[in-house]
């Protein structure tokens, strides 16, 4: 395997999961998405389509972009496919409960990580904004999991920035797409939209 190249599994083939792939494709990555109708799905060019529990069959990291409603369903029917892999969850569970992750719902000893639930897909498509790369927030435990997850969020084309790896850093990710909601469509500024911290500390 070529250092630095991941395989990845993204499930769902919606706009998150298309846009993800696309990019991850074309920074070298091996890519499978996990489609409920791998037959009809589309999906990038270089990305292979495949039922989802194929695609995590081989896949070291695992993205989630489908309906936050359906994770409790989908992880648990993933439970024995997903030992050893990092999972990042992009769901966001519009149900109006407090939880807006899935990743309670992660089988034990599975590391999940909170990224890419922040921003519309319009950003993940195009993370420059007037000029200036917006930053993407993420959460998840320290580690060599962190380094993998950075390096994925640089290949979209956003600055990583690590919120932390404690309960509260998960919650101030998932706060940030309520900030999202409120300027994107609350106050009518629209999708395209992000966020960039300033600091001048160089160890963002
Ligand atoms: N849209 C955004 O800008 C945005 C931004 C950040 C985060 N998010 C979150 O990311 C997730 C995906 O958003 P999206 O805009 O990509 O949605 P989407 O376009 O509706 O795509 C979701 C995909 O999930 C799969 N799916 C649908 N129902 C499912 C079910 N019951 N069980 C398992 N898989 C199912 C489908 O793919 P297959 O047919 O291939 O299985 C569908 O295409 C959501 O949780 C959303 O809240 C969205």
New binding site residues.
């Given amino acids: 395997m070529i250092p630095g190249m991941e395989k990845i599994a993204v499930?769902?083939?919606?706009?998150?999961?298309?846009t993800l792939a696309a990019a991850w494709v074309k920074a070298g990555h091996e890519v499978a998405?996990?489609?409920?109708?791998?037959e009809t799905?589309t999906v990038p060019a270089g990305a292979a389509v495949t039922e989802?529990l194929a695609a995590l069959e081989e896949a070291r990291v695992v993205v989630y972009?489908?309906?936050?409603?359906?994770m409790a369903?989908?992880l648990t029917a993933h439970t024995v496919a997903l030992e050893g892999q990092i999972v990042i969850d992009?769901?966001?569970?519009?149900s109006g409960g407090p939880e807006m992750s899935g990743l309670r719902h992660l089988p034990d000893g599975v590391i999940g990580f909170r990224a890419?639930?922040?921003?519309?897909?319009?950003n993940?498509a195009d993370p420059v904004i007037g000029g200036e790369v917006a930053d993407m927030f993420f959460a998840g435990p320290d580690g060599a999991g962190r380094e993998t997850v950075a390096g994925l969020i640089a290949d979209v084309g956003f600055r990583p920035v690590y919120a932390g790896g404690s309960p509260a850093a998960f919650a101030a990710v998932d706060s940030v797409?309520g900030l999202f909601f409120a300027l994107a469509f609350g106050r009518g500024l629209g999708?395209r939209l992000a966020f960039r911290v300033l600091t001048e500390n160089e160890n963002i």
């Fill in positions: 499930i769902g083939s919606g706009n998150v999961g298309r998405i996990g489609s409920q109708h791998p799905a989802p972009a489908i309906p936050g409603a359906a369903d989908t992009a769901t966001n569970n519009m890419f639930n922040s921003v519309a897909w319009e993940m797409a999708r």
